[in-house]
């Protein structure tokens, strides 16, 4: 019976990130177009809504390229591996106050660690292509998205500390709006290194199309391609769903049905924050993206924490 | 130290700006030797003009630098001109001086933009891709062609400006500058683009004379020295205008001076339009089959990339005996070597960048 239940929530967490990553491609191509000065898709259907439509079979029917020299058994399976960490993941977050498909008491230690699995995905892949600039990218990757995740998980911890609790549904329960200018900071953190962790720009250095074509997915064509982009789609908006949940109190100031579109809501502009940051700054250099994260985001965060914990004590 | 790593960059790669080749060994991510491979478009350019008309190479001048096909059209036509001794109708000059620098608008929105697409900032690119579109399309009005114009011809320039042309020219100058502005605060006033640009492959002023740079690759490391000032030809005497220079000599600074000369295109276009009189737009009388007495003649003129020189022998028959382009892409190119050593991976396509190399001009 779990074994059923954890089934359907799998191919529910796999729908929902590939409907999501489908309007979060149609999006994105109308936020870019809306700042690049240009239209964006607007010939097939509304709005160029069904452009995905399009796409998708496009993938579908795209032929799998295999490189000769590739690993072959490992080429193939890593994208299941980049994409079904994020997936996964998704299980923990409180889309209203009392209900996450998972409720569990560590879930903000599993949202934080299980991505991380997809690291070893990427290098593998990477690793796999047997390609020059497939491997330099999956290198820079792993630098950087294990870099990352310290000030990412401390700003999160910020917030954990205010309520006292790892039960993501505690931590919406327990939030007050004072909690928003008490930890911006926090969430800025959150955010900048979230978009580092899903490798997008500017911090898309492992892919960095002017430099290493695609990086460490240069090879992967088809579904296998799609995975990666997925993924990607996957981590942003499991990232917005969690940072609204968490630093914007989900569902607040309405509950129910009401709360969760509020939530919704609230994760979509923070898609567009991460969209508009992609769409508006250049790439960093490989070095100035780890002083950045280990001498500017880090301490920060630590410094974030330490103010929580004063007000915590002098309350 | 590492095992040293070779990569191919290119020819076929986002950055290359065309079809180069770069050979790079890397230290881990550090560039310690980078190598050009030029020749994968290599047309053979100055050769087939060996066998065709004085009038049928101007077509063949198009495909040099073919971001800015006004100026191998124009340097080639002072060449003929110079062989044959043609004098060229003052209202012709006016003309080649508007088109040539607006074209030096639409290379270097190309050039600007592909530094915004190196480094990552795919917006600017597109902006500065819209003023481009601009510009082509005044020559589309112009002469019906968005990329080989086959303009300037000798003696002249092939047809009048037509009706409405010059209110639509005036419309683009009157809000080039602005656009320019806001470019500048969008890609050079960045914190990123600054940390990505500034102190990267940095040329002396020294380094940029002895391997023979020119254009804004030299004047971005503070060499002053601009064709149209210091060795005037045409109209451009008449003309207020100021050369932009860099200090630091820096991809920043090749790239950045850019967009100033841009502004100052608009000033000389500007003066141009207002000193624009009616008259003849080639000259009379001139042969259908050009066939100059024997001799040489070399003309050069400051196009987006350099000085840009065309060498011209003649032997008396309709035919050139031989003809050479001085490219200031190719001179400018050779300095990658000596200005990516040291640098990351990142930065050599940075710098690449910044060099604004066109291929057909650098393999012809």
């Known amino acids: 019976m779990t074994l059923l239940w954890g089934f359907l929530w799998g191919v529910a967490a796999v729908a929902t990130i590939a409907g999501g990553a489908i309007l979060g491609v149609w999006w994105e191509r109308k936020v870019s177009a809306r700042i690049q000065m240009r239209y964006g898709p607007q010939q097939i259907g509304p709005f160029g809504s069904l452009q995905m439509i399009a796409d998708v079979p496009k993938l579908l029917f795209k032929e799998d390229i295999v490189p000769a020299l590739a690993d072959k058994a490992i080429f193939k399976y890593a994208p299941l591996f980049v994409f ?12 209203t106050a009392g209900w996450a498909p998972l409720n569990t008491s560590v879930g903000v230690l599993f949202f934080l660690a299980v991505p991380s699995i997809e690291v070893i995905a990427i290098l593998l892949s990477a690793w796999a292509s047997h390609n020059t600039l497939s491997t330099l990218g999956g290198l820079r990757a792993t630098a950087q998205m294990i870099s990352y995740e310290v000030p990412r998980s401390l700003a999160v911890l910020a917030i954990v500390l205010l309520a006292g609790s790892l039960r993501p549904l505690d931590v919406v329960a327990a939030w007050r709006w004072w909690w928003m200018p008490l930890t911006f900071v926090a969430f800025v953190i959150y955010f900048v290194a979230s978009i580092a962790e899903m490798n997008r720009g500017p911090f898309d250095i492992p892919e960095a199309e002017s430099e290493l074509v695609a990086g460490y997915f240069a090879d992967y064509s088809g579904m296998r391609w799609a995975s990666f982009m997925m993924a990607e789609y996957g981590a942003m908006i499991a990232a917005s769903l969690f940072g609204a949940a968490l630093f914007f ?11 969760v579109i509020t939530l919704i809501v609230k994760a979509i502009l923070i898609m567009t924050a991460i969209m508009w940051v992609k769409w508006t700054f250049p ?8 002083s950045f994260c280990w001498k500017a985001l880090t301490p920060l965060a630590l410094v974030q924490l330490v103010v929580v914990g004063v007000v915590l004590v002098w309350l | 130290m590492t095992e040293q790593t070779i990569v191919n960059i290119g020819p076929s790669h986002p950055s290359t700006h065309g079809v180069c080749r770069v050979v790079v060994t890397l230290d881990g991510e550090i560039v310690t030797h980078a190598e050009p491979i030029i020749g994968h478009l290599h047309r053979g350019i100055e050769k087939m003009a060996e066998n065709r ?8 001048t198009d495909r040099l630098d073919y971001v800015g096909s006004m100026y191998a059209n124009w340097a080639y ?6 062989l044959a001794g043609i004098r060229v109708p003052e209202r012709a000059e006016y003309i080649r001086v508007i088109v040539c620098e607006l074209q030096r608008i639409a290379s270097h929105m190309m050039g600007i933009g592909s530094t915004g697409a190196d480094t990552g900032a795919f917006t600017a690119f597109m902006y500065a891709f819209a003023q481009r579109d601009h510009v082509v399309e005044l020559f589309e009005a112009l002469c019906g062609a968005r990329l080989t114009y086959n303009y300037v ?31 500048d605060r969008l890609l050079f006033g960045n914190v990123i683009a600054r940390a990505r640009l500034k102190g990267v492959g940095v040329l002396s002023a020294e380094d940029a004379v002895a391997w023979g740079a020119s254009g804004p690759t030299a004047r971005g490391s503070g060499v002053d020295w601009d064709l149209r000032r210091d060795d005037p030809y045409s109209v451009y005497p008449r003309f207020d205008f100021q050369v932009p220079l860099g200090e ?6 090749r790239a950045r001076i850019r967009l100033w000369e841009c502004v100052e295109s608009c000033k000389i276009i500007d003066q141009a339009l207002d000193q624009l009189e009616p008259g003849l737009v080639k000259a009379e009388g001139l042969p259908r089959l050009l066939a100059p007495r024997p001799g040489d003649a070399y003309d050069h003129i400051e196009s987006a990339r350099g000085s840009l020189g065309v060498y011209l022998v003649s032997d008396g028959t309709p035919r050139p005996y031989r003809m050479k382009v001085r490219s200031p892409a190719f001179c400018n190119l050779a300095l990658l070597p000596l200005l990516a050593e040291g640098h990351t991976l990142s930065d050599l396509v940075v710098i690449l960048g910044s060099l604004d190399p066109v291929f057909g001009e650098v393999d012809r």
Not at chain 1, 85 to 93: E, R
Not at chain 1, 283 to 288: H, I, K, S, V, W
């Open chain 1, 84 to 95: 079904g960490p994020v997936a996964v993941s998704m299980v923990v977050i409180p889309f």
């Open chain 1, 249 to 259: 109190g989900g569902g607040w100031p309405f509950g129910g049905a009401l709360g």
């Open chain 1, 283 to 290: 790439r960093l250099r490989q070095d100035q993206l780890m």
């Open chain 2, 53 to 60: 008309t004085y009038l049928q190479v101007v077509p063949l």
């Open chain 2, 77 to 82: 036509c002072r060449a003929v001109e110079r």
């Open chain 2, 153 to 183: 011809r000798p003696g002249g320039v092939s047809m009048d400006l037509p009706e409405g042309w010059v209110e639509k020219c005036r419309a683009f100058t009157a809000q080039h500058p602005s656009a320019m502005l806001e470019l």
């Open chain 2, 248 to 253: 630091n000599g820096d991809s920043y600074d």
